[in-house]
């Protein structure tokens, strides 16, 4: 493996972490999004990512120096032109990913590998894009990469091993631990794990069963763990499952109501989530860390 240049293709939540732990682990990385004012709320993405590796890894020279060194383009041709791998973590939607690839395959160059961060979608699914189905596959990161650091590497049946070996090598040079899958599945492990458990509570959340701080708090005094579902969706964001719920809302009616509910109550409301200071709760200091949270109810 001897990749050098990196682009990751959406700049959000995930992208924007994919992008600094890349260039905090040395390589060269360009951002690409597709507008100003994307780039500009990448910007200040990183600039938060700068002080938490700094933090985390102790050492705020490096962090800097990984935030200095990042490229933004808005032209995707320019993004790509160096890239020896490009990482997709555009918004979760057939669509978007599928002219995304359609794209891509014209401007790429020949030896540039693509690798989809897509949480629930399957490399099948898009193969056919990308002019390249040999030189395409999945690899996928869990929130708060630089602590959990998994990757998920998916193939689809026309992927060569020769790719899956030299991505799996990529994502150990970045600091992360391959988890290579025999076959495709969606979500993966973590997430066929973890999008039943969400979506159970989004249920109860809909449904008017309970409210998300009374569901978090049954779940950490159950269980012992440290957050509860509602939290974690602060730390994903609200896009992802809004996007989701919206493509599942085609054929299942339960799921439009959850995608409706989620863009009132919290989108519409600039309630994004960790990144905008809020969601299901209030940042930098929410209620579930508060060591009275689990003393009363």
Same mark, same amino acid.
């Given at each position: 493996?001897?990749?050098?240049?990196?682009?990751?293709?959406?700049?959000?939540?995930?992208?924007?972490?994919?992008?600094?732990?890349?260039?905090?682990?040395?390589?060269?990385?360009?951002?690409?999004?597709?507008?100003?004012?994307?780039?500009?709320?990448?910007?200040?993405?990183?600039?938060?990512?700068?002080?938490?590796?700094?933090?985390?890894?102790?050492?705020?020279?490096?962090?800097?120096?990984? !935030? $200095?060194?990042? &490229?933004?383009?808005?032209?995707?041709?320019? +993004?790509?032109?160096? =890239?020896?791998? /490009?990482?997709?973590?555009?918004?979760?939607?057939?669509?978007?990913?599928?002219?995304?690839?359609?794209?891509?395959?014209?401007?790429?160059?020949?030896?540039?590998?693509?690798?989809?961060?897509?949480?629930?979608?399957?490399?099948?699914? !898009? $193969?056919?894009? &990308?002019?390249?189905?040999?030189?395409?596959? +999945?690899?996928?990161? =869990?929130?708060? /990469?630089?602590?959990?650091?998994?990757?998920?590497?998916?193939?689809?049946?026309?992927?060569?091993?020769?790719?899956?070996?030299?991505?799996?090598?990529?994502?150990?040079?970045?600091?992360?631990?391959?988890?290579?899958?025999?076959?495709?599945?969606?979500?993966?492990?973590?997430?066929?794990?973890?999008?039943?458990?969400?979506?159970? =509570?989004?249920?109860?959340?809909?449904?008017?069963?309970?409210?998300?701080?009374?569901?978090?708090?049954?779940?950490?005094?159950?269980?012992?763990?440290?957050?509860?579902?509602?939290?974690?969706?602060?730390?994903?964001?609200?896009?992802?499952?809004?996007?989701?719920?919206?493509?599942?809302?085609?054929?299942?009616?339960?799921?439009?109501?959850?995608?409706?509910?989620?863009?009132?109550?919290?989108?519409?409301?600039?309630?994004?989530?960790?990144?905008?200071?809020?969601?299901?709760?209030?940042?930098?200091?929410?209620?579930?860390?508060?060591?009275?949270?689990?003393?009363?109810?």
């Amino acid at each position: 493996m001897n990749f050098k240049n990196v682009t990751i293709a959406g700049s959000g939540v995930l992208g924007s972490q994919i992008a600094f732990q890349s260039a905090f682990f040395g390589f060269n990385v360009s951002v690409y999004d597709i507008n100003d004012g994307a780039i500009e709320a990448a910007k200040t993405r990183m600039e938060s990512l700068k002080a938490t590796y700094g933090e985390y890894f102790n050492d705020t020279e490096k962090a800097e120096k990984a !935030f $200095a060194s990042l &490229t933004y383009y808005t032209d995707l041709t320019q +993004a790509v032109k160096d =890239a020896d791998i /490009i990482v997709e973590a555009v918004p979760e939607r057939i669509e978007i990913k599928q002219s995304f690839y359609e794209n891509l395959g014209k401007v790429a160059p020949e030896k540039t590998i693509f690798a989809s961060n897509s949480s629930t979608l399957l490399p099948s699914q !898009f $193969a056919q894009f &990308t002019g390249r189905p040999e030189k395409f596959l +999945a690899l996928h990161f =869990a929130n708060s /990469i630089w602590q959990n650091n998994t990757a998920e590497v998916m193939v689809h049946p026309g992927t060569e091993e020769q790719y899956v070996e030299q991505v799996a090598d990529f994502a150990r040079a970045i600091n992360m631990i391959p988890f290579v899958l025999k076959k495709e599945q969606p979500g993966y492990i973590l997430n066929t794990l973890l999008v039943p458990f969400l979506s159970a =509570a989004m249920e109860l959340w809909v449904k008017d069963i309970a409210d998300p701080q009374t569901i978090d708090k049954n779940w950490m005094i159950s269980t012992g763990a440290p957050r509860g579902p509602f939290a974690i969706y602060d730390v994903v964001g609200m896009e992802t499952p809004y996007n989701l719920n919206l493509m599942r809302a085609e054929k299942d009616p339960a799921a439009k109501i959850v995608a409706e509910k989620i863009k009132r109550e919290m989108i519409d409301q600039g309630k994004m989530g960790i990144s905008t200071g809020e969601g299901f709760y209030k940042y930098p200091n929410p209620a579930y860390m508060d060591p009275d949270f689990l003393k009363s109810n």
